[in-house]
């Protein structure tokens, strides 16, 4: 069956620290999202990701293919950075798969 | 990128009655696809907006509850038919670019009374 989890489902932290939220799914896959979701609905697409690694300002999106496992860091974090943050998985076609999201609340 | 947009943004309907929302995007995409995302839920996959022909639902969605329109490339409606409070949630559309990137709509918010 082809399922994406992630970890944790809620994270709470101070300005300033270092996040990593998890993603892990099971089977191959063509391609890896990391999507963030603000209160009013909207989603924006942060990475998408087959291989290695990726950084855009504070974000770092990373991919190990063989442990089937992606992580998103947040360096130096900021309340504006709260939000819902969804991985989604190509299971080999066009469709994406979500996992459950990680609320993440950044405290001043 | 892609810029997509929909409209309404939010609607508060009637029991019975029915809501089309529109999803435009401003360059071409591949595909174009409806999400519906249930109160605190994740996304699920309503169809796929075949361009001229008919969508392409998922396992659970039917077309007489979830009537799909894409004349264009860049154009799409989703209209949530005889509506009932269990029909509240987002409503999201996606277009999938040539480099396989998906884009988002900011998302319609129903509330079914």
């Known amino acids: 069956k082809n399922e994406v989890e992630q970890s944790p489902q809620n994270l709470t932290a101070q300005e300033g620290e270092f996040i990593t939220i998890n993603c892990s799914y099971s089977?191959?896959?063509?391609?890896l999202h990391w999507l963030q979701q603000h209160p009013g609905g909207g989603i924006v697409s942060l990475f998408m990701?087959?291989?290695g690694k990726k950084k855009h300002g504070r974000l770092i999106a990373t991919i190990n293919i063989q442990e089937k496992h992606s992580s998103l860091h947040i360096t130096a974090s900021h309340p504006r950075d709260s939000a819902v943050y969804i991985c989604?998985?190509?299971?080999?076609?066009?469709?994406?798969?979500f996992g459950t999201g990680t609320r993440l609340t950044i405290i001043p | 990128s892609a810029v997509i947009s929909q409209k309404p943004s939010r609607d508060i309907c009637q029991r019975g009655t029915s809501l089309t929302i529109q999803c435009q995007v401003d360059?071409?995409?591949?595909?174009m696809f409806w999400y519906r995302q249930q109160p605190g839920q994740s996304l699920t996959l309503i169809a796929t907006?075949?361009?001229?022909?008919?969508?392409?639902?998922e396992s659970g969605f039917v077309i007489d509850k979830f009537p799909i329109s894409r004349p264009n490339l860049t154009f799409s409606t989703l209209t949530v038919s005889n509506m009932s409070p269990e029909d509240s949630s987002i409503y999201l559309c996606s277009g999938l670019a040539v480099n396989n990137e998906q884009f988002f709509g900011p998302g319609t918010r129903l509330t079914v009374l």
């Open positions: 360059s071409q995409v591949t595909m």
């Open positions: 990701l087959s291989s």
């Open positions: 907006a075949n361009q001229g022909s008919e969508a392409t639902y």
């Open positions: 089977v191959g896959i063509s391609a």
């Open positions: 989604a998985v190509n299971f080999g076609n066009e469709k994406l798969t």
